[in-house]
């Protein structure tokens, strides 16, 4: 059994327009980890109760997902874990992750410290704008790496290309990252050593099962 830490976002607001985590990409993952025996310990930013992002939250997902939702109650902060005590973190998205995860002292230490300890360090959709500005060994975090994440094709289709604070794509292309993509809205994750990210909602799944193939080797 291994660890898993998932870190949310606590931001419910973007430029004036309400946001938070996107459901599926927290809770379809959190059922994978724990159906295949791992201890996942689920924080956010600040604690307390996640916001979701109301879009994300449809019906006929959510009977599969219940014990998933009730995990977004009442989370402990992000600042009352020890990052290095896991085997792995995993950073859903939503478009809160944008606000309060770049330039975070909080999350960039969670990375560096599955970075020294030769952990994962997995993410989907907005999720990598964790990386966004993260420097480990004065070099940035995502410099030389295969990543991906929500293109800025796929972000200009949501409309909200004017409230999003940067392209996320054109964001880590500019720190270095190998930033690879595919069709708008398809599955694909991409691993790079202990780095998996995945481009969309669609990839949620895909992203947890890279993770736990990996758990699986160590």
Known sequence: MSKILIVSTSADEMNGHKTGLWFEEFAA????????????TVVSVKGGDVPIDKASMVKEILPKFQDARRALHD??????????SFDAVYFPGGHGAVVDFPNNPLVAGAIEAMVKKDGIVASVCHGPAAFAHVTIDGKPFVSGRQINGFTDEEEKSTGLEDKVPFLLETTLRGEGATFLTSD???EFAVIDGNVITGQNPASSEAVAKLVLAKLATV
């Open 29 to 40: 993952p959190f059922n994978l980890f724990h159906e295949a025996g791992h201890d996942v």
């Open 75 to 84: 989370t402990t902060p992000l600042a009352d874990v020890d990052p290095a």
């Open 184 to 186: 708008a809205g398809k």
